[in-house]
């Protein structure tokens, strides 16, 4: 897509007090002494929206800062394109999966450097972890990739690459490949197809919450997320239950 006119900070996600939007409006004031013109993008809808408008206000970033609310998928991919930077300030994420979702469509990441986050941002190259809380070390490196064009269009490339290398498909093969392993039933592969497909297809209406049993086996496969605050997770968890192996598994569909 094509990058906007005009530098352009974009935060997209939940507003919460644990996402942390406070940092970057923050920083924005301290940004703004170097690009004055700057437009600040927090699309989303929580909780936090009030105070953080108020926190606007009260900065004087009025007509800097641009709350969108909720967006469609068509938008959300519009933004991401424009956007010269996608800032992730949170105290903590099960992965970060709009941290990926911005550089694979060619923009970088300014984020917390915290758990989740560290695992979704190749630091220096997709774009620059920053200590949790740090509004001015935000500020200073997003300014550096505003201001620097042959830094941000290198880091533009390697955001891309690094986005390629998170693909449904690839997940499900490694999936596959660690429960089978560990499977002391070897329940038959097309089993586990049909288990994967299920646990990786992607559903319009974004995240469920159901528990999927394969017939004839103990291998129980669950997801376990909220609808109206989804957390992204991926990962398998081993406990005994009677001596019965279970599987839990937590993804985004």
Not at 121 to 149: C, E, M, W
Request: proline share 3%.
């Amino acid at each position: 897509g094509i990058k906007s006119n005009i530098p352009t900070i974009l935060y997209l996600g939940r507003l919460t007090s644990a996402k942390s939007v406070e940092v970057l409006i923050r920083g924005a004031k301290q940004i703004l002494q170097k690009v004055p013109k700057l437009k600040v993008i927090i699309a989303g809808d929580g909780p936090s929206k009030s105070s953080l408008q108020k926190l606007t206000q009260t900065l004087g970033l009025g007509r800097v800062v641009t709350f969108t609310g909720k967006v469609s998928e068509d938008e959300k991919i519009k933004l991401y394109q424009q956007a010269w930077v996608f800032v992730n300030p949170s105290l903590i994420e099960g992965w970060g999966i709009t941290t990926i979702e911005a550089n694979a469509c060619g923009t970088s990441v300014v984020a917390s450097n915290v758990a989740g986050l560290r695992d979704a941002v190749h630091d220096q190259h997709s774009g620059i972890l920053i200590p949790y809380g740090k509004s001015d070390q935000f500020a200073k490196s997003i300014t550096q990739l505003l201001t620097n064009r042959t830094l941000r269009i290198r880091m533009s490339r390697e955001a891309i690459l690094w986005a390629k290398q998170f693909d449904w498909g690839k997940s499900a093969s490694h999936l596959l490949r660690v429960i089978s392993a560990n499977n002391e039933d070897q329940l038959a592969p097309s089993n586990f197809q049909i288990l994967l497909s299920q646990l990786f297809a992607r559903k319009n209406n974004g995240i469920e919450s159901h528990a999927i049993s394969i017939p004839g086996s103990k291998l129980l496969s669950t997801i376990n997320s909220s609808d109206t605050q989804p957390q992204y997770h991926s990962g398998i968890y081993q406990k005994d239950n009677n001596g019965t192996k279970k599987y839990f598994i937590k993804t985004a569909l």
